[in-house]
């Protein structure tokens, strides 16, 4: 968040119109400039109450002055005549920011506002400084987000704000373009995950103004078949959510089959165990007020304007929160497949990179960590435990590193920071925890998608179980829509081949394929129907914290 709420100038402004009503003659341009250039010598950060990223006053005080600078002092929306063409139509988008789920208020539209009218040089030059701080912190925000998620925990959501804004660029971006308004309406991350989502928040907007829907109340577990007193509230409920199309029932108390189908429908959305039995999951959703559901959808708004706006014409996104992954060409996805991502402990990163090679039939390289804190305890209780799982000892992790029996060490001995020395590597086979495929992209945090033998954890709803990396449960298509462009015919038949062949084969990319690891507690799916995942990390409640201070419902 760029701007805060600026009351103390605006009350100011106010008095101030009440003794000194609006001049209507226009003052001259070389009295506007040279107000101008008195405003910018007194511009301390009390005039305009700005908090730019993470910086001091004097570097904010900076921003501006640069701006000033770049353009000669000289005012950039105003003239003797008042507010330009292009003043207009900045206050315009300034004043729909809500449609992003920003706050109009915190980009100066009540200061800029309130000197619209007045013709006097000093109010002039107010005027054209405000315009100039509210457009740096729309594009800002837009282009990079709000940095107040930044300021509140820097580890976790370092990706929001200031990374590479520069605002000399940003105004000359925008004052040089051939369509202002066309380059406002640009700022805006452009695909279908962010689009819809803006729909979405309309939408839940109109039902909120409706008066939202009705908490289901807890009670029993409610199977199909039996009668309720709740079920219909639940009918109301559901038809508000949009969940269930047809309202009327002849037995009103009656968990009919279409109604089951409605709860069903809402389970799926809201990343629920799709069974039709209303239980306490399925109570606990439904008793989300619709403010709280706007609010999720604002804080992924937000998460998507952090996101490189431009994922590419082919890539691959990662959802870690709704444990999904889709292949997506030109804006539409052509893949979709269900994913394992890292535990608690172990919480997969928020990134993007590029997709470089398949490793087919890989080796996998056993983590020191994994070493200490799993395998250890294991060998001291089994030393062939090792030779059991396919798994080679190295005398060490350099290229010299020689192989070792491992039945000829005495594990007890052993300590957990000796045995991070070794290097662990299991064989390629359908024992390996890294499946018959790796899918890399270089990367500091050693993330990689792969398949692997544990294929019935995919049938669970909640899929919070690797050490980090993702599991993929369909690696083949997965190939096949990275490879498809690659030299050579690469069928399914052609990729069996390769899996089929005892050998390690790496195949690299001809063009690398972005790849997205993004954190989406709310999307769309193709069909157009909104989803809710589960905040598996927590992150949303400290997210909303710093975006709705005060309001967060808690």
């Known amino acids: 968040m760029i701007i805060k709420r600026i009351l103390f100038p605006l009350l100011l402004l106010s008095v101030t119109s009440f003794f000194h009503p609006p001049s209507v003659v226009a003052a001259p341009q070389v009295e506007i400039n040279f107000a101008l250039l008195k405003e910018l010598a007194d511009y301390p950060e009390d005039i305009l109450g700005t908090e730019w990223c993470n910086v001091d006053a004097k570097h904010q005080e900076l921003w501006v002055s640069a701006v000033y600078n770049n353009s000669g002092k000289t005012p950039l929306w105003v003239s003797s005549n008042g507010p330009d063409v292009r003043a207009k139509l900045v206050l315009s988008a300034l004043k729909k920011v809500s449609e992003d789920g920003l706050n109009p208020e915190e980009y100066a539209t009540g200061l800029i506002e309130s000197l619209w009218e007045r013709r006097t040089a000093e109010s002039l030059a107010k005027l054209d400084i405000y315009m100039t701080i509210g457009l740096l912190g729309y594009i800002h925000d837009m282009q990079e987000g709000r940095i107040s998620p930044n300021l509140t925990d820097p580890k976790l959501f370092d990706q929001a704000g200031c990374n590479t804004f520069d605002p000399v660029k940003a105004m000359d971006e925008a004052r040089n373009s051939g369509d202002l308004e066309a380059f406002l309406s640009s700022l805006s991350p452009s695909h279908h995950f962010y689009r819809t989502l803006k729909k979405e928040l309309e939408h839940y907007r109109n039902i909120e103004d409706g008066g939202g829907w009705r908490l289901f109340s807890s009670g029993k577990t409610l199977h199909p078949g039996e009668l309720d007193i709740r079920v219909s509230d639940l009918r109301v409920v559901l038809a508000k959510t949009g969940d269930l199309v047809q309202t009327s029932s002849l037995k009103e108390q009656l968990y009919d089959d279409q109604l089951v189908e409605a709860v069903k429908r809402f389970q799926l959305r809201n990343g629920l165990e799709v069974d039709g039995v209303v239980g306490k999951g399925t109570t606990a959703a439904l008793r989300i007020p619709v403010a709280q559901r706007i609010r999720q959808i604002l804080m992924n708004m937000e998460r998507w304007r952090w996101t490189k706006h431009d994922l590419g014409t082919k890539y691959v996104l990662v959802d870690i929160a709704g444990f999904a992954l889709q292949g997506v060409v030109n804006d539409s996805p052509v893949l979709e497949m269900r994913v394992i991502v890292g535990k608690m402990s172990h919480e997969t990163p928020v990134f993007s990179d590029s997709i470089k090679y398949i490793d087919f039939n890989p080796f996998w390289n056993i983590t020191p960590s994994i070493a200490r804190n799993e395998m250890l305890e294991k060998l001291r209780e089994d030393n062939t435990y090792l030779e059991s799982k396919h798994i080679k000892l190295f005398s060490s992790w350099q290229a010299d590193g020689v192989e070792l029996d491992p039945q000829s060490i005495d594990w007890n001995k052993i300590s957990r920071s000796d045995i991070s020395g070794f290097k662990l590597r299991q064989e390629p086979g359908v024992w390996n925890a890294l499946g018959v495929m790796k899918f890399v992209f270089p990367n500091k945090y050693s993330i990689y998608l792969h398949d692997t033998p544990s294929r019935n954890l995919f049938e669970k709803t909640s899929r919070a179980f690797s050490h980090g990396c993702i599991r993929v449960s369909a690696p083949k298509h997965l190939a096949r829509f990275l490879l498809k462009g690659n030299d050579g015919e690469w069928t399914e038949q052609t990729i069996q081949d390769i899996v089929d062949s005892p050998k390690r084969k790496v ?48």
């Open 507 to 554: 195949v690299r990319l001809k063009t690398p394929i972005p790849v997205h690891m993004v954190y989406q507690t709310a999307w769309v799916d193709k069909n157009g129907l909104l989803h809710f995942n589960k905040d598996i990390y927590g992150r949303d409640k400290k997210l909303g914290q710093a975006l709705f201070p005060g309001d967060w419902l808690r």
